[in-house]
């Protein structure tokens, strides 16, 4: 199976616009098959973006997704993270290695600089075009990283995606950072689509839902991939999970939706600090 509707990089590169996220996943060892067979059945679904990095339970995650992909590897959009403090050139190739060893495979398809530190991102700029060079990785992108951050890049590039943090109750980025994004046609890579669970309780999520005969977690995704150029990275705990999310790609709001959902969630009336999770 595919997933029909794609998200295009600056390079071309076409991708679909619902993946996989990793965050806490591998940090359990009673709980490793399901999730293996979570993400498994997610490249079935069509999922093939997999998000992980190298903070997550320490690598943990990085050789979860390893174990995962083994024998599939063609089949996976793959997405790692380098932390700031190792996001100077020597750093930063360093812990590549180190994820590429924990992953099982010679290349990282998109690598993203985790969130702001100390280090210029000019060097970290110069540190991923090495590693695209060598071959280590097919490109390279930025995480949480705001519109003053974008505006400090070296001239004349830009990354492939910004992920950040972004769905109904995390507006923000839509007063400024998206905009910015579109004019450099830059994709948003959406993490924590449904707020780690919190949204689902929400009255008027589950009313709009329930007039869908969908759950809450498929409107709040429905909602994030409304936008033709964002593309979610929910994670899921189960098979059952994983295909819930899928099948949110076929849920279409109505207008009246969106209006109701905007009266709940309203849009950002000004400019908003860049929310981290």
């Not at 979570?38 to 320490?58: F, H, K, N």
């Not at 959009?77 to 812990?95: E, I």
């Not at 010679?106 to 600089?113: M, V």
């Not at 910004?162 to 993490?191: H, K, S, T, W």
Request: glycine content about 8%.
């Amino acid at each position: 199976m595919t997933v029909d509707r794609t998200v295009t990089f600056p390079s071309g590169k076409k991708v679909p616009a619902l993946g996989q996220g990793t965050w806490r996943m591998g940090d359990d060892p009673a709980r490793r098959s399901e999730e293996i067979a979570t993400l498994r059945r997610g490249l079935d679904l069509g999922m093939t973006v997999i998000d992980t990095a190298e903070m997550y339970g320490s690598g943990a995650a990085e050789e979860l997704v390893g174990e995962a992909m083994r024998g599939r590897r063609d089949d996976v959009f793959l997405v790692s993270k380098v932390l700031p403090s190792n996001a100077d050139r020597k750093g930063t190739a360093d812990a590549c290695r180190a994820s590429l060893r924990r992953l099982g495979t010679d290349r990282i398809d998109l690598y993203l600089l985790h969130w702001r530190g100390s280090v210029p991102l000019h060097e970290t700029v110069e540190a991923m075009e090495a590693l695209v060079s060598d071959g280590s990785i097919g490109a390279w992108g930025v995480s949480n990283l705001d519109v003053g951050d974008l505006a400090e890049l070296p001239d004349g590039v830009r990354p492939e995606t910004d992920q950040v943090l972004y769905n109904l109750a995390r507006r923000g980025p839509e007063y400024d950072l998206f905009p910015r994004c579109r004019e450099l046609a830059v994709p948003i890579m959406a993490y924590s689509p449904v707020e780690q669970g919190r949204l689902l309780g929400h009255r008027t999520l589950s009313a709009v839902a329930a007039g869908h005969g969908a759950s809450p977690a498929q409107v709040a995704l429905a909602w994030v991939l409304r936008q033709d150029d964002v593309i979610a990275i929910p994670k899921a705990s189960t098979t059952a999970h994983v295909e819930e999310n899928r099948a949110a790609l076929d849920l279409r709001l109505t207008d009246d939706d969106l209006r109701t959902l905007d009266e709940a969630f309203p849009p950002p009336p000004r400019r908003q600090p860049l929310d981290i999770l």
